[in-house]
């Protein structure tokens, strides 16, 4: 499969992405020659993206004019209808929370927002230990499961499908804000949106952890590349058939976690089939300006 970025006008090289003059109309539609597409490079705000096969036909009413801005990934609504997923938050998640408010006499009085929450483990996690939280996926079926677990326990948050790059929420809302793995699901354009919007909505000096694969991790370089360190199609690994992956190493978080103060970054790390593949996460921890 090959990833296509177009605009409404289907022929342009400027450093985005290219068409080359194979393209034709017929009357099922406008066909590409996949085997002349360079589809390297970012993803400007209006292009839209197209999975092709060599000689596909792309009926004209399917090519927009106008960009498909969420942070959501289709894929994942299927991935979480038919997949089993973690119950319990990862050790760095409770280990933030635990330092970031260690001394709170009143918790229901502090909001803190998951973004990408999935079924809710740390939503769960953070809601029974007395916050109050809120949480957003762009999966109907995710925040189902999130809300059925919730009251299955006596637990209450604001959980909302919705997308992460246009938070409902108003600016500083929030004393701190998690995403764990959910952010890598998207190109860096996607991505840098959900962060200014992450930005947005906490509170002046408050902290923001974010997780995301490192590329270091089995499956880098495993599949088509789009865009620096972003992969569809991986062949192997533990995010194969995951839709797109993109993977970070340090300098690549500076260039992405510019607008937070104090960035840090810890490696979390496991091995898969006998030791004989990594996996590895940078946990990243900062917060917005002090007023």
């Known amino acids: 499969m090959f990833l296509l970025q177009v605009r409404a006008s289907t ?10 003059a194979s ?15 360079n589809c390297a490079g970012a993803f400007p705000a209006d292009f839209v993206v197209f999975k092709l096969r060599v000689g596909t036909t792309i009926q004209e009413e399917s090519m927009k004019h106008t960009i498909e801005t969420g942070t959501w990934d289709p894929v994942w609504e299927s991935i979480f209808r038919s997949k089993g997923w973690g ?8 280990r933030f929370i ?35 939280v809120c949480g957003v996926d762009g999966s109907t079926t995710a925040i189902d499961q999130a809300k059925q677990r919730l009251a299955s326990e006596g637990l209450a948050a604001d959980l909302r499908v919705g997308d992460y790059g246009q938070l409902p929420w108003p600016d500083s809302s929030f004393d ?18 959900a962060l200014s919007e992450v930005h947005r909505v906490l509170r002046p000096g408050t902290p923001f952890l974010s997780s995301f694969f490192s590329d270091q991790t089995w499956g880098y370089g495993e599949g088509t590349m789009i865009e620096r360190d972003g992969f569809v199609d991986l062949r192997e690994g533990p995010l194969a058939g995951a839709g797109f992956c993109l993977f970070l190493n340090r300098g690549r978080v ?38």
């Open 11 to 20: 022929e342009r090289s400027d450093g985005f992405g290219t068409i080359a």
């Open 176 to 193: 701190g804000v998690i995403e764990n793995v959910s952010l890598y699901c998207n190109p860096s354009a996607a991505i840098e949106r």
């Open 23 to 37: 393209q034709k109309t017929t009357s099922h539609g406008t066909q590409f020659d996949a085997g002349t597409l």
């Open 87 to 94: 119950k319990y938050p990862p050790e760095h998640i409770v």
């Open 254 to 291: 500076q260039e992405l976690f510019h607008i937070f103060k104090d960035v840090a970054v810890e490696r979390v790390s496991r091995t898969m089939n006998d030791e004989q593949h990594l996996v590895e996460q940078l946990v990243i921890t900062c917060r917005k300006e002090a007023s």
């Open 98 to 132: 635990a330092r970031s408010f260690p001394s709170a006499k009143n918790r229901s009085g502090i909001r803190l927002l998951e973004i990408g929450c999935g079924p809710g483990a740390n939503v769960w996690f953070m809601a029974r230990e007395g916050f109050s």
